[in-house]
C-alpha cells in the first residue's frame, strides 16, 4: 500500500458519504468460479481491503467501516479460520506502519477473547499507534455481531439499573448508543454489500436504521475504486427524509 494520493479528491459539489459501511462478501465463490482454494480468495480479498481504504482517503470519506469476521464465521472449518487469523495477523503487520503514515486511525469491535493472545496484542498496538490520525477513521469488525452487541449493551445497562443508578425510566435511545462499541462513531450513510446477496448479516443493526444500501453483484476480490465511486453516486441520487415528509 503506498502513501495516499491527494491529488483525486472530490469536487466541493460532490456528495460524498461521511461513514461508508462494506460487507465484505464473495471470496469463496472468487475462488470456486476459478477452480481456486477459498484459501485464495480471502488473499485477494485484503488487496481490496488495501484498494478501497486508499480510494475511501482519497473521496474524502471520513469513516470506513469493514465487516472483516463475524460472529457465525467461528463455525466454518478449522482450516479456514486458521488461514484467516493468518492473514489478519499479516495485513496488520505488514500494513500499520503505511496506515499511520497516512492518517488512518484504526479501531477494531467484536469479541476479541475469542482471538490468540498475539492477535489480541496486535489489534491493541493497531489502535494504539494510530489513535491520533484523524484522516481516515478506519473500523474493523472482528468476530462480531449486532445481536451479541446489542445484548451486552442491554446487560450494561441492566446492571446500572439494578444497582440503583440509573431508573428504568432514563433508558433512551441515546443511553443505548452510549453503550453500543460504535459509541461515538456517527450512524453509517451508506452500507455496501457484494456479491449480489441482498442482506445484512447481523451487521450494525442498530445503527443502520436510516442508512441507504447498495448490493453490488461484483464479487469482492475484485471491488474497485470505481465500484464504490458507482455506489457513492447512487447514495448522492438519493432523498434521504429520515422518516420525516420533505
Known sequence: MAV??????????QIVPRHVAIIMDGNGRWARSRGRPRTMGHRAGVEAVRRTIEASVELGIE??????FSTENWKRPESEVSDLMGLLRLFIKRELSTLQKNGV??????????????????LDKAESATSGNSRLNLTIALSYGARAELTQAMREIAKKVASGEISADAITEDLIEQNLSTVGIPDPDLLIR???????????????????FVFEDVLWPDFDRNHLEKAIDNFAGRERRFGAVI
Open 105 to 122: 486511525k484504526i479501531r477494531i469491535i467484536g469479541d476479541r477473547s475469542r482471538f490468540a493472545d498475539d492477535i489480541r496484542a496486535l
Open 4 to 13: 495516499f494520493s491527494s491529488q483525486t479528491q472530490p469536487s466541493d459539489t
Open 194 to 212: 457484494t456479491s449480489g446477496e441482498q442482506r445484512i448479516s447481523n451487521f450494525l443493526l442498530w445503527q443502520s436504521a436510516y442508512t441507504e
Open 63 to 68: 469513516y470506513l467501516t469493514l465487516y472483516g
